[in-house]
Nanobody, 124 residues
Framework: QVQLVESGGGSVQAGGSLRLSCAASGYTYSLIGWFRQAPGKEREGVAAIYTGGGGIYYADSLKGRFTISLDNVKNTVYLQMTSLKPEDTAMYYC???????????????????WGQGTQVTVSS
């Protein structure tokens, strides 16, 4: 059974940190990404990583604050978020693509599977 389970969200003050986890099971995915969606806004790509090597990608605006990493033993992808800002408040989603090829990593159409999301709230 294909399953992506996010965890690690919560409430934090501006300047704080959180680490999100995405536990993937049921399939060998080629690409796993993190997206976020704030109320009234479109879902946007945050970061992505190829599970077999080959690249790590970030939204330009988040470089230096967010770090994506992969634990192949645990089949888990992490998103370390630091220096959080109120504008980082959103529902964060993990997404997985079965194919190594396709649209750009930040395109939602690139991904076959989505998790349920985990809420991140940053207060000023």
């Amino acid at each position: 059974q294909v399953q992506l389970v996010e965890s690690g969200g919560g409430s934090v003050q501006a300047g704080g940190s959180l680490r999100l986890s995405c536990a993937a099971s049921g399939y060998t995915y080629s690409l796993i990404g993190w997206f976020r969606q704030a109320p009234g806004k479109e879902r946007e790509g945050v970061a992505a990583i190829y599970t077999g090597g080959g690249g790590i990608y970030y939204a330009d605006s988040l470089k230096g604050r967010f770090t994506i990493s992969l634990d192949n033993v645990k089949n888990t992808v992490y998103l370390q978020m630091t220096s959080l800002k109120p504008e980082d408040t959103a529902m964060y989603y993990c997404a997985a693509a079965s194919s190594r090829y396709g649209p750009s990593w930040y395109s939602t159409s690139r991904y076959n599977y989505w998790g349920q999301g985990t809420q991140v709230t940053v207060s000023s």
